[in-house]
């Protein structure tokens, strides 16, 4: 069963950072491209991050220059390091492989002080 579960979210301050995590199960990632969305409320679901199976990478002018994805073949995880947090960050984060338009459940961050 082909399964996306994220994790790291939460309450940070302004300027601070954050760690996001995706485990898949039931798939290989290294083998699929993967990406990070984000919802905030009252807006679409927005691309943030992708990167393809040969780990080519591509970043959302919002986050351009302060978001990093990344993949952990060993732990079959994709990462999304976010610097410098703001509070229009403020969002629920999703891990995507776009394959098949398989989804995680999401993970809140919040940007407050």
């Known amino acids: 069963q082909v399964q996306l579960v994220e994790s790291g979210g939460g309450l940070v301050q302004p300027g601070e950072s954050l760690t996001l995590s995706c485990v898949a199960s039931g798939f290989t990632v290294s083998n699929y491209a993967m990406r990070w969305h984000r919802q905030a409320p009252g807006k679409e679901r927005e691309l943030v991050a992708h990167i393809s199976p040969s780990g080519a990478i591509m970043r959302a002018d919002s986050v351009r220059g302060r978001a990093t994805i990344t993949r952990d073949d060993a732990k079959n995880a994709v990462y999304l390091q976010v610097t410098n947090l703001k509070p229009e960050d403020t969002a629920v984060y999703y891990c995507?492989?776009?394959?098949?338009?398989?989804w995680g459940q999401g993970t809140q961050v919040t940007v407050s002080s």
């Open positions: 995507n492989r776009p394959a098949d338009n398989t």
